[in-house]
């Protein structure tokens, strides 16, 4: 595909359940970022990955949150039971590197509704 | 005092106009420069993104950064109704492998 797909588009669960997102980068892209953005907030970053190094996990809000990648492919975020707060839409983006000049490109997200 | 501080809007203007978005930010490490432009229910799309001082164009599109008074704008000229949508300023330091850090996004409006 020629950009950075996500899925499901859109989520709705119960508090307490847990859910999976999904994000495919763009092909070639070694770096693959999640952000978190909230009704009339900015974009939060949670974590990052780049090839087979350690991810940055420093944004990640709490313990309920992980993210896996497998090499330079396909990433997943899971929440464990879900509490209300986490209803958000959740961002996937990748760039050819981590370099500070790559600029990162977004696909169109993850609404996610906890009830 | 939030990083990157952005006016949320909303901006209504009629078609035509020049539209001045602008974001002030506090960390003088940020290094590079970017605005996003995000339509409802899509993710943000790059619309210019500059690593110095200074005036970037593209097309109806300019992007200005002043590190000395620590303050972006982006330029919209002969503004149109498909114009409408959140811009995002971004920016980010020059160590490699750092996440954006955003603004919150002002909500355009252009009426026909």
């Known amino acids: 595909g020629a950009g950075v797909s996500q899925s499901p588009s859109n989520k709705v669960t119960e508090k307490g359940k847990d859910v999976e997102l999904r994000c495919d980068p763009i092909?070639?892209?070694?770096?693959l970022y999640w952000y978190r953005q909230r009704l009339g907030q900015g974009l939060e970053f949670l974590i990052y990955?780049?090839?087979?190094?350690?991810?940055?996990k420093s944004g990640l809000p709490s313990d309920r949150f992980s993210a896996e990648r497998t090499g330079e492919s396909v990433s997943t975020l899971t929440i464990q039971r879900t509490q209300q707060e986490d209803s958000a839409v959740y961002l996937c983006?990748?760039?050819?590197?981590?370099?500070?000049?790559?600029?990162?490109?977004f696909g169109d997200g993850t609404r996610l509704s906890i009830l | 005092q939030k990083e990157v501080e952005q006016d949320p809007g909303p901006l209504s203007v009629p078609e035509g106009a020049i539209v001045s978005l602008n974001c002030t930010y506090s960390?003088?490490?940020?290094?590079?420069f970017m605005w996003y432009r995000q339509y409802s229910r899509k993710g943000p799309e790059l619309l210019m993104y500059?690593?110095?001082?200074g005036n970037k164009e593209d097309g109806r599109f300019t992007a200005q950064v002043d590190k000395s008074s620590k303050y972006i704008s982006l330029f919209i000229r002969d503004s149109q109704p498909s114009d409408s949508a959140t811009y995002l300023c971004?920016?980010?330091?020059?160590?490699?492998?750092?996440?954006?850090?955003f603004g919150k996004g002002t909500t355009l409006s252009v009426s026909s």
């Open positions: 971004a920016m980010k330091v020059r160590q490699a492998g750092t996440a954006l850090i």
């Open positions: 500059t690593y110095s001082s």
């Open positions: 990955f780049q090839g087979n190094s350690a991810p940055d």
């Open positions: 960390n003088s490490a940020f290094q590079y």
């Open positions: 092909s070639g892209h070694t770096a």
């Open positions: 983006a990748s760039s050819l590197g981590i370099e500070a000049v790559q600029p990162q490109h």
